[in-house]
Nanobody
């Protein structure tokens, strides 16, 4: 499956953005999808996952502010980001896995091109 992330941009702190992860080649319904981000000088981190059953889960730093969802009919997964903070500035990537251990980043083998999110003060 090929993935393409989009929707990034420049936003003020406290604002919102919605990222999209569109798939082609295969249906996303068979995959667990994760959103990762890599901030300046930081390692890439997994921040949100939606499994094949559409159950979402989040890392603590984004819980309560970000919402991951999927629309299988459009073969797309979304990441709604609210109450953005300066530290959310990063390149955001989506990735897919069929592995049930989907909170293990090394299990993701299908990556999309990232989209830049910049939060300004």
């Amino acid at each position: 499956v090929q993935l393409q992330a989009s929707g990034g941009g420049l936003v003020q702190a406290g604002g919102s953005l919605r990222l999209s992860c569109a798939a082609s080649g295969r249906t996303l319904r068979n995959y667990h999808i994760g959103w990762f981000r890599q901030g300046p000088g930081k390692e890439r981190e997994l921040i949100a996952v939606i499994n094949r059953s559409s159950s979402p889960s989040y890392t603590d730093s984004v819980k309560g502010r970000f919402t991951i969802s999927r629309e299988n009919a459009k073969n797309t997964v979304y990441l709604q980001m609210n109450s953005l903070k300066l530290e959310d500035t990063a390149v955001y990537y989506c990735a897919a896995t069929i592995n049930v251990q989907y909170w293990r980043p090394s299990n993701y083998g299908q990556w999309g091109q990232g989209t830049q999110v910049t939060v300004s003060s």
